[in-house]
């Protein structure tokens, strides 16, 4: 059972909880971080969904809701090693970007993290719920994938990510 904290639409703690699936209402938020990995050769580890996610068998990042107690920086560090088995070195995260996210299927405040990482491809070791396969893909591989509906790409802030 995951409980997120409630967030005002100014990014401010409101005192409430909720466990996750219970809907929220119009000025309720909660903290989402995605989490973009990119090696020395310029490459970017990602994961492929379990049938049983939404949008199943696609290519995405590491990335969820942060929970009672975390951080955004604890949220991403927490997430990658649920997802993937990995423990990502703290000095090697940066905060890419940041905004609110209003429609009407999701509001939440949306921490975008890239951590410049070498990743030993044979260390992953796949959540078995959430994660089916991984792999290291160039920028343009990416946008590849994105085009063909292989990958999620309901990504906003790509070239924020691409220009670091």
């Given at each position: 059972m995951?409980?997120?904290?409630?967030l005002d639409r100014n990014r401010q703690k409101t005192g409430k909880t909720i466990e996750r699936g219970t809907p929220m209402n119009s000025e309720e938020y909660h903290l989402v971080v995605d989490i973009w990995i990119k090696n020395v050769n310029g490459d970017y580890l990602i994961t492929k969904r379990t049938p049983n996610k939404?949008?199943?068998?696609?290519?995405?990042?590491?990335?969820?809701?942060?929970?009672l107690g975390d951080d955004s920086f604890e949220a991403a560090l927490r997430e990658v090693k649920?997802?993937?088995g990995v423990s990502l070195s703290r000095s090697n995260?940066?905060?890419?970007?940041?905004?609110?996210?209003d429609t009407s299927e999701i509001r939440c405040f949306k921490d975008i993290w890239l951590f410049n990482e070498n990743v030993n491809i044979q260390d992953v070791v796949?959540?078995?719920?959430?994660?089916?396969?991984?792999?290291?893909a160039s920028e343009i591989k990416?946008?590849?994938?994105?085009d063909t509906g292989e990958f999620i790409g309901v990504l906003s802030y790509l070239d924020d990510i691409f220009k670091y």
């Open positions: 995951e409980i997120w904290e409630i939404t949008y199943p068998n696609m290519w995405t990042i590491c990335g969820g809701s942060a929970v649920e997802e993937i995260g940066k905060l890419v970007k940041s905004f609110r996210r796949h959540q078995e719920d959430e994660v089916s396969d991984s792999m290291w990416i946008r590849e994938m994105i």
